[in-house]
């Protein structure tokens, strides 16, 4: 194996670029004649527009255009929707409710986007922005998800009514009461899930370019799947056809499935620059990013855990109220229902599980699929009923989760999930050791001593990423395949580039996937090129997400590389007039086997592209396609370990410790997947200590800057130890299993357990920030 190969520590290639500044971002992008575009956004959670008056922002200076939603329909511009269809338990589909790019008759969140000004510079267009003058009639609100289902509660879409967009359910209720009727103990708990801003580096930004002498439309934007933008864009939204249409999505920075979707400002530039006849660019400000971009979680959850004598669980009955905001987004509707039920059953052997999911709008900014996306909020859960299960119980939290672990595999959950493989036990037994678990009682007396407070939690996940397979998904509602592409092109001079429809915004694509071209033919990776991002140029594939890069796209390349590695031997055998059977490609050469007869890598790629000396009926160069539909979901799981102290003066609260020992399959390169489990950790700490999303009653965001929205920084955080077992996926050519969530997922319970066993209490709401926790302590004094 060469040393930059499979399973090698290879530093980013991308990273270079990135730490001298030389990225190329959507804000960096200049087109001839661009100008700018401001959005004119309600200050109202809930109103209906009485006027529009633009004739003041028309005459400021610089103004090209102010356009407004009744011009946006008049064109023929498409509402956005939800792309996955769910059925409440009746039989009736979602309720999904209108959502025009710009708003024109009513406006369902503060944010919502009414009118867009296009002028000559940012300034003049945001300074027009304020001049428009639109009258409201406000209405009366409602943020809280169970509050929206009361007959009190504000109606916001006329489709739906009493706010419900489903009532859904999976699994047998009839066996999870009996379960529960049986049981020797029942532990029962409120789960609430708080709602987050993803937050990525990079605001959201688009420019739209509509070329009048070709009658073409280009959109830079900051997507994390470019083609399913121009999918939607041109088969739904009607804003240009799709073969006009040319989207492309440079560096991206970060996204964590915030830039999945399609929002309104990619339609209304696009739009905009036919209308206006310029190319027009917007990029949010991060006030802007925390009103409108996707936010995350907000479940309200009850659940029931039923054991027999033996400890041993019998039934999970779960109720759930999902908070969808103002309008259903793009993948909305499948994050509590398909990505969050299908995996309660975690890494236990439960026979019964009935979950019950009702999704309801509010007047807040669209949720949809944030970091982990269901998982997330399906092992929170879970993770912290077993913990107060195991102090009900009075036993180790660590042994009644080993009594319940699925040991036999494939493993049929009873919610539609097939385990393929996995030893749960390995990873529970890596991250004991790595925490020192058993030296806990003493370290818990020195805190004492000094005066503070120490626990210790764990968290067993397991998460179903890879999504997969098309013809599953789509029976289940999915509006997409969830397959991938791949494009292996071996050039005249023997430099490789592989154009993949997996996009990269952060995850290392241009190191790993030239890793993979490097093991198989042995050239280096400064040699191969990695093409992703663009609809003109990377053949049509879904983009990357729920960790499906390596599961899906790197399974793409693998089949791609098979075709050309087979063209390339049959080409090296005719020259060295041996037998195809025995050639092997060693060290960028292609060999006979057992001799000293060779011909290299450039060599055999040269002669594929001359055509002088081909086998008989051989067509001229070498690049091969794939498209790869994976035939189940990869399932990573493992172990966190979380230790705390908390001052009890202050409520201040202390990550002394973080372990996180994971099962990923085989990995491409240690040192990226544990970047990505140190990243995912980060986030999941930061949603359990510091963020969360406030509304006040009125529908205002009173978290709309860092000024009020705590994200976690250095100091807030402990070195983590980290460290992989491996069962290799049996369901995809790498046996790789996918690395970019479980940070996120296995985390939070991880830290509530410690913090909950440190104060001696059974639950407390995240963010656990100082003044809560301070607050817990005193409780448990009175």
């Known amino acids: 194996m060469g040393i930059e190969g499979v399973g090698a520590r290879v530093a980013r290639k991308e990273d270079k670029r990135f730490i001298t500044g030389a990225g190329r971002y959507v804000d960096d992008m200049v087109v001839p004649g661009m100008k700018h575009a401001a959005f004119v956004r ?66 369902r969140y503060v944010g919502d986007a009414v009118v867009v000004v296009v002028a000559e510079t940012k300034g003049q267009a945001r300074d027009a922005a304020e ?27 006329p489709e739906a009514d009493g706010n419900l967009i489903f009532d859904w359910e999976l699994g047998d209720s009839a066996a999870t009461n009996a379960a529960i009727k049986a049981a020797a103990h029942i532990t029962r708990m409120k789960i609430v899930n708080n709602r987050l801003v993803p937050n990525a ?67 209304v530039c696009l739009w905009a620059s036919k209308k206006t006849g310029v190319p027009v660019k917007w990029v949010a400000d991060r006030t802007e990013s925390f009103l409108t971009d996707a936010h995350g979680r907000d479940h309200v959850s009850t659940v029931e855990m039923a054991f027999d004598k033996d400890n041993r669980i019998t039934g999970l009955k779960v109720d759930t109220i999902a908070n969808l905001g103002a309008y259903m987004s793009l993948f909305s509707s499948c994050v509590p229902t398909y ?20 999704a309801v709008y509010t007047n ?109 998904v789509g029976s ?156 189940n979901f990869t399932f990573p799981a493992g172990c966190y370990v979380c230790e705390v102290e908390i001052d009890p003066e202050t409520g201040v609260t202390e990550v002394v410790q973080f372990v996180a020992a994971d099962d990923f399959g085989n990995i491409i390169n240690p040192m990226i997947v544990e970047g990505q489990v140190h990243g995912g950790v980060a986030q999941g700490i930061g949603q359990a200590l510091l963020e969360g999303t406030r509304y006040d009653a009125s529908g205002q965001l009173l978290t709309a800057s860092y000024m009020d929205y705590a994200m976690p920084r250095a100091d807030d955080l402990p070195s983590f130890k980290v460290s992989t077992s491996n069962t290799p996926c049996p369901g995809n050519p790498l046996g790789i299993k996918g690395c970019g969530e479980a940070g996120a997922i296995g985390s939070p319970p991880a830290v509530i357990n410690a913090i909950t066993d440190a104060i001696g209490i059974t639950d407390i709401a995240m963010p656990a920030s100082p003044s809560t926790v301070w607050a817990a302590i005193r409780a448990t004094k009175h």
Request: proline share 5%; charged share 20%; net charge negative.
């Open 131 to 157: 001049a428009v003058d639109i009258s409201y009639e406000e209405l009366k609100a409602v943020v809280d998800a169970p509050k929206a289902l009361e007959r009190s509660a504000p109606q916001i879409h």
């Open 476 to 631: 289940l509602g999915a509006g997409v395949g969830l397959w991938e592409s791949a494009e292996v092109r071996v050039n005249a001079a023997g430099t490789i580039e592989v154009l993949t429809g997996s996009h990269s915004h952060g995850q290392g694509h241009e190191t790993t996937f030239a890793q993979l071209v490097n093991q198989r033919f042995g050239v280096p990776i400064d040699s191969v090129s990695i093409v992703h991002g663009d609809t003109d140029k990377v053949q049509m594939g879904m983009g990357t997400y729920g960790s499906r890069s390596g599961a899906v796209g790197m399974s793409a390349v693998v089949k791609a590389l098979d075709k050309v590695e087979a063209k390339a031997k049959k080409i090296a055998a005719h020259l060295l007039e041996a037998d195809e059977g025995d050639i092997v490609i060693e060290n960028g050469a292609l060999k006979v086997a057992g001799t000293d007869k060779q011909v290299p890598w450039f060599q055999m790629a040269l002669a594929a592209y001359t055509a002088h000396n081909l086998p008989g009926g051989m067509e001229p160069g070498l690049k091969e396609t794939s498209f790869y539909d994976p035939s």
């Open 339 to 358: 990505l969050y039920a299908t995996l309660l059953s975690g890494q236990y052997d439960i026979p019964a599980i009935h979950a019950n999911v009702r």
């Open 201 to 267: 580096m990079e605001p959201r930004a688009a420019l739209g370019h509509y070329d009048k002498a070709e009658d073409h439309y280009t959109c830079w934007t900051t997507s994390q799947n470019p083609h399913l933008a121009r999918l939607v864009m041109s088969a739904f939204y009607n804003v240009a056809p799709e073969n006009k249409l040319r989207v492309i999505a440079p560096d991206v920075g970060g996204g964590f499935g915030s830039k999945i979707y399609i929002y309104p400002e990619e339609i």
């Open 364 to 472: 807040t900014a669209p949720v949809d699929a944030y970091r982990g996306a269901g998982r997330p909020e399906a092992t929170y859960l879970l993770e912290r009923t077993m913990e107060t299960a195991a102090r009900e119980l009075g036993v180790s939290p660590a042994e009644l989760r080993r009594k319940n672990f699925i040991t036999s595999f494939p493993h049929q959950t009873p919610v539609i999930m097939n385990y393929d493989a996995g030893d749960y036990a390995a990873s529970l037994d890596a991250a004991m050791a790595a925490a020192d678990y058993a030296g806990f009682a003493q370290r818990k007396a020195d805190a004492a001593n000094r005066g503070k407070l120490r626990g210790i939690g764990m968290s067993c996940y397991i998460e179903a990423c890879g999504l997969a397979p098309s013809a599953a």
């Open 42 to 107: 309600s200050p109202h959670a809930h109103a209906e527009i009485k006027k529009i008056d633009v004739k003041k922002a028309q005459a400021m200076p610089g103004v090209i255009g102010v356009l407004t939603g009744k011009e946006l329909k008049a064109d023929g511009i498409g509402n956005l929707i939800c792309g996955w269809m769910i059925h409440s338990k009746d039989g009736s589909p979602m309720k999904m409710g209108a959502w025009s790019p710009l708003a024109f008759d009513r406006v």
